[in-house]
Antibody, heavy 125, light 107 residues
Framework: QVQLVQSGAEVKKPGASVKVSCRTS????????ICWVRQVTGQGLEWMGW????????AYAQKFLGRVTMTRDTSISTAYMELSSLRSDDTAVYYC??????????????????WGRGTLVTVSS | SSELTQDPAVSVALGQTVRITCQGD??????ASWYQQKPGQAPVLVIY???NRPSGIPDRFSGSTSGNTAYLTITGAQAEDEADYYC???????????FGTGTKVTV
């Protein structure tokens, strides 16, 4: 079955960087985009960006431009999200998700079918 | 701020029907998908496409769209449906995605 296994919790100091991994299995890694979503405790889901594992193409939400980098290692079917210049308000659970889509009757539909279990990143001095 | 707006909270009696709304201009161009999230867990896809349920999602969950509003309906709500629900679709630019503000459903 499809699995997205994320790396463990991290504690970082303000100004540092964190790199979260998302190891996939059960499907062809290069077939679907991987997205990253974060959730501050008690708040909603926030889309951070996506990456095409085949080409390496990335697109980031405006809010994270200049601070986030999404990469991949196709040899081990793993995606990475690195966030730099961490602040206390970056304390959140970070999720990776597999984006699927299809077209029917001239319409196209996209959705996040599979999710990792999340990685808690705590930023504290 | 999110481009998709949801009511913060709704309550429903056990066995009754509840409809959750998601409003935004991008819904005129893109279909929403819906996610259920329980405390301490990752989101779970419950509705995608015009009205499709992934395997394992009960048929009491259904989706629809009208104009700039998407709806998630739970017909015959069960105690286990108590959760936060989020809609999602591409944003107005079409280049990114956005999530709704979320609705807490109390059964």
């Amino acid at each position: 079955q499809v699995q997205l296994v994320q790396s463990g919790a991290e504690v970082k100091k303000p100004g540092a960087s964190v790199k979260v991994s998302c190891r996939t299995s059960g499907y062809t890694f290069t077939s679907n985009d991987i997205c990253w979503v974060r959730q501050v405790t008690g708040q909603g889901l926030e889309w951070m960006g996506w990456m095409n594992p085949n080409s390496g193409y990335t697109a980031y939400a405006q809010k994270f431009l200049g601070r986030v980098t999404m990469t991949r290692d196709t040899s081990i079917s793993t995606a990475y999200m690195e966030l730099s210049s961490l602040r206390s308000d970056d304390t959140a659970v970070y999720y990776c998700a597999r984006l699927l889509g299809y077209c029917s009757g001239g319409l196209c539909f996209e959705y996040f079918q599979h999710w990792g279990r999340g990685t808690l990143v705590t930023v504290s001095s | 701020s999110s481009e998709l707006t949801q009511d913060p909270a709704v309550s429903v009696a056990l066995g009754q029907t509840v409809r959750i709304t998601c409003q935004g201009d991008s819904l005129r161009s893109y279909y929403a998908s819906w996610y259920q999230q329980k405390p301490g867990q990752a989101p779970v896809l419950v509705i995608y496409g015009e009205n499709n349920r992934p395997s394992g999602i009960p048929d009491r969950f259904s989706g629809s769209t009208s104009g700039n509003t998407a709806y998630l309906t739970i017909t015959g709500a069960q105690a286990e449906d108590e959760a936060d629900y989020y809609c999602s679709c591409r944003d107005r630019s079409g280049k990114h995605f956005v999530f709704g503000t979320g609705t807490k459903v109390t059964v």
